[in-house]
């Protein structure tokens, strides 16, 4: 499975922004499907996952309420919806995809990635 992240860009605070994770070469209907997300001289964190087997969702509490992850079955993508954007949501936005039926949310478990898109928040 090839991933495919897209939607990042240069946003004010308080905007939004929608990125995009396009699977190919297999569904995305198996896999659990997490965003993660690194700033400049930070670790990489998991932000939020939707599952498998009954897209239950599992979000940060640094962006609970503000982003929203979601499925588009028939384009093979999973999207991240992230408004009341802060300056501290810069970084770059990774998708990727463990083939298991809950989310795990640990970079080490994850069997497929993206390259990322990069996320600044600035005015």
């Known amino acids: 499975v090839q991933l495919v992240e897209s939607g990042g860009g240069l946003v004010q605070p308080g905007g939004s922004l929608r990125l995009s994770c396009a699977g190919s070469g297999g569904t995305l209907d198996y896999y659990a499907i997490g965003w993660f997300r690194q700033a400049p001289g930070k670790e990489r964190e998991g932000v939020s996952c939707?599952?498998?087997?009954?897209?239950?969702?599992y979000y940060a509490d640094s962006v609970k309420g503000r982003f929203t992850i979601s499925r588009d079955n028939a384009k093979n993508t999973v999207n991240l919806q992230m408004n009341s954007l802060k300056p501290e949501d810069t970084a770059v936005y990774y998708c990727a995809a463990e083939l298991a039926p809950y989310c795990t949310v640990v970079a080490a478990t994850m069997d497929y990635w993206g390259k990322g898109t990069l996320v600044t928040v600035s005015s």
């Open positions: 939707i599952s498998s087997n009954d897209d239950s969702t």
